[in-house]
């Protein structure tokens, strides 16, 4: 841009911007780089992508729907990992979640963000159970220059054990979430709603409200992996039990000055200090409408990446009936995957700066 044609306030802010090294000044003969050209891609645009890098666990969830106790899924070796984040550079994705499985189980994990962080790919999310947080992982990350926030799993105030699997589960979570407040990373929490633990949101949100947790997100089960199985199935509530809980809890939320941000599966969403909230509530519709409408906002956002290298529309997919029609490019093949691990290579574009993809 041309600083003469701004007005006072426009070059202001654009000064405040200079000195804090947010952009420079270009001289007569400078021209852009490389980096800071436009890209142009050959399909619909995803910035972010939601990223599984190991289909293992340390915990025996009742409710794992990647069935991760039963080593369902591969572990992915560490060159395969640093393939894809190079992949994910050159497809122009800005930013990543990552998750597993318990993505900090892996020992690689700081390699993976060095790789991620050196090229420039935030790293928005990481989703654990906590077990393995600590203070060490945190100074690495910020040594790589993120500060991601931290989803976290929390089955209910005195519940949580219970679907885990593992004794000391909660114990173990609540201080990985005092020590990230300690820190100053964001937390935010998630809780599968089940016939055992369906008294608990109250009591779960005012405790979690104390360890600084921002959100709080209660979802119903999904009908994948250890779901399935005869004895968890027990568990499940209709939809109409789950509505009557989460409209006995709302009232209570309120009354408590709605103490973090609040969703329920699909019901209601309100986000700390605004003036509004969002109710949803089955709505008849023709089939034809219902034909057009978007199942998920996530989908028009990411993608999701399996840590057999299968790129889905989202993590809930990977052990569906459908997940054989998912995509899986030319390259190299990965241990334990008779299908092949496959790797896109970036092809060739007439266009000058550009990164095009298959």
Not at 159 to 177: K, N, Q, S
Request: with cysteine.
């Amino acid at each position: 841009m041309d600083a003469e044609f701004l007005s006072p306030e426009e070059k202001s802010f654009l000064m405040n911007l200079q000195e804090k090294k947010i952009i420079q000044s270009a001289g007569r003969l400078d021209f852009l780089t490389e980096k800071q050209r436009y890209h142009a891609y050959p399909a619909r645009y995803r910035k972010n992508a939601h990223w599984s890098l190991t289909g293992a666990c340390n915990m025996r969830c009742r409710h794992c729907f990647m069935s991760a106790p039963h080593k369902k899924h591969v572990v992915p070796e560490l060159k395969e990992l640093l393939n894809i984040a190079e992949q994910l550079a050159e497809c122009g994705v800005f930013s990543v979640g990552l998750t597993g499985g318990e993505p900090l189980m892996r020992e690689d994990f700081g390699e993976i963000v060095e790789a991620l962080s050196t090229r420039e790919i935030r790293i928005t999310e990481i989703y654990t159970n906590g077990w393995l947080v600590n203070e060490a992982l945190l100074n690495m990350l910020e040594r790589n220059g993120q500060r991601p926030s931290f989803q976290l799993s929390y089955n209910g105030k005195g519940m949580h054990d219970y679907l885990r699997g593992i004794p000391g589960a909660e114990e173990r979570v609540t201080e990985a979430l005092k020590l990230m407040n300690q820190r100053n990373f964001r937390t935010s929490v998630s809780m599968c709603l089940h016939r055992k633990n369906k008294d608990t949101p109250k009591d779960t949100v005012s405790y979690l409200a104390d360890l600084g947790v921002s959100a709080f997100k209660c979802s119903s089960i999904m009908e994948l992996g250890e779901w399935t199985n005869a004895e968890t199935e027990k568990l499940r509530l209709s939809r109409q039990e789950e509505l009557e809980v989460y409209e006995q809890y709302i009232p209570q939320y309120f009354a408590e000055n709605a103490p973090l941000s609040l969703e329920l599966s699909g019901a209601f969403l309100y986000e700390r200090g605004m003036n509004r909230w969002h109710s949803f509530y089955h709505r008849e519709c023709s089939k034809d409408r219902e034909a057009k409408m978007p199942a998920c906002s996530s989908l028009r956002m990411a993608f999701y990446i399996g840590p057999d290298g299968v790129v889905a529309s989202c993590q809930g997919m990977c052990d569906c009936n459908f997940a054989k029609n998912f995509p899986k490019s030319e390259g190299e093949t990965a241990a334990g995957d008779p299908d092949g691990f496959k790797v896109c290579k970036p092809q060739p574009c007439h266009r000058q700066g550009c990164a095009e993809r298959q």
